[in-house]
């Protein structure tokens, strides 16, 4: 009896790819405290919007207890309409859930989006999500470095460009090509952002234009946030390394001033964690906490 054509050839066994970044299995109240690095940067960045922008926007971030969620009637962005710690600080619960999205549909948003982590309480939330026609959409590694030093020398070449604090003179500038890479009118939000406490922004020139630019919150109790990023890398742009030499100065700033933890996102994720971010912030001192997923309705163009 013949055998078939696959038996005859080598089985090959894929051998396991190593990330290239270190996987901590971070405790509960560990991830606590990562996610509140970012709400107390957004409740910050909230508190700052000017009342007329807002106004025009309708643009707003409640709070009830430890949970928090913005609202943005005019701009149908990811982070201007989302639940940012549902089920992180104390368990959900189906009518606070039902709440959340009635409030979403009084205010004529279409797609609100959850953030939900390995850790998020009850671990059916999941489940409530989906029951209510919500699915996951992706989502974020969450990164994060403690308060180690870095090497004295610098860890990414700056071939060609170099990094400069936003300054209130420079502010335009730097709030202009936010805007133009999110198409977003969000300028007025943005310029009172500069010289705020706990704010640092940077911008990465070459022949003195803005080439990508990111910022750092730092909170009262030492916790930093990295964020405000364009073009974010694998996404917006090809290239990583620009962003790796923002971030390098943001962490090298960010110790002198004190921050003991860091925490930021890998934006373009890969399955076998590996690739130029994981590697970039690996270098960094940056090690993954976990995955977050990121819930909403699906487009009314999807099939």
Not at 163 to 181: C, H, L, M, N, Y
Request: aromatic share 10%; net charge negative.
């Amino acid at each position: 009896m013949s055998s078939a054509l696959s038996e005859l050839e080598p089985v090959i066994v894929p051998v396991p790819h190593p990330p290239g970044i270190a996987i901590e299995d971070v405790s509960g109240d560990f991830s606590r405290a990562i996610e509140r690095a970012e709400v107390n940067a957004w409740l910050d960045l909230y508190a700052a919007a000017p009342a007329d922008f807002a106004a025009r926007q309708g643009l707003s971030m409640a709070a009830e207890g430890d949970l928090a969620w913005t609202t943005c009637t005019t701009i149908p962005f990811i982070h201007f309409n989302c639940v940012k710690n549902l089920g992180v600080d104390s368990p959900a619960t189906e009518s606070q859930l039902d709440t959340l999205l009635a409030h979403y549909r009084a205010a004529g948003i279409s797609r609100p989006w959850f953030y939900v982590n390995p850790h998020a309480e009850p671990s059916r939330l999941r489940c409530w999500l989906e029951a209510r026609g919500l699915q996951r959409q992706g989502g974020w590694e969450r990164i994060y470095r403690e308060a180690e030093p870095l090497p004295s020398e610098p860890l990414f070449a700056a071939n060609g460009v170099a990094v400069e604090r936003v300054t209130k003179s420079t502010a335009a500038e730097w709030a202009g090509f936010i805007d133009r890479q999110y198409r977003l009118p969000t300028s007025p939000w943005l310029l009172a952002l500069v010289g705020r406490k706990g704010w640092h922004h940077y911008m990465l020139k070459r022949d003195g234009a803005v080439v990508a630019v990111r910022s750092l919150f730092i909170g009262a109790d030492g916790a930093a946030w990295s964020g405000i990023d364009a073009p974010v890398p694998g996404i917006m742009a090809p290239s990583f390394d620009l962003d790796a030499v923002l971030g390098e100065a943001l962490v090298r700033d960010g110790l002198a001033a004190g921050a003991k933890l860091f925490v930021a996102d890998i934006e373009a994720p890969h399955e076998e964690r590996d690739g130029p971010a994981y590697r970039n912030y690996a270098r960094l001192g940056f090690r993954i906490a976990y995955f977050r997923s990121h819930y909403s309705y699906l487009p009314a163009t999807s099939n």
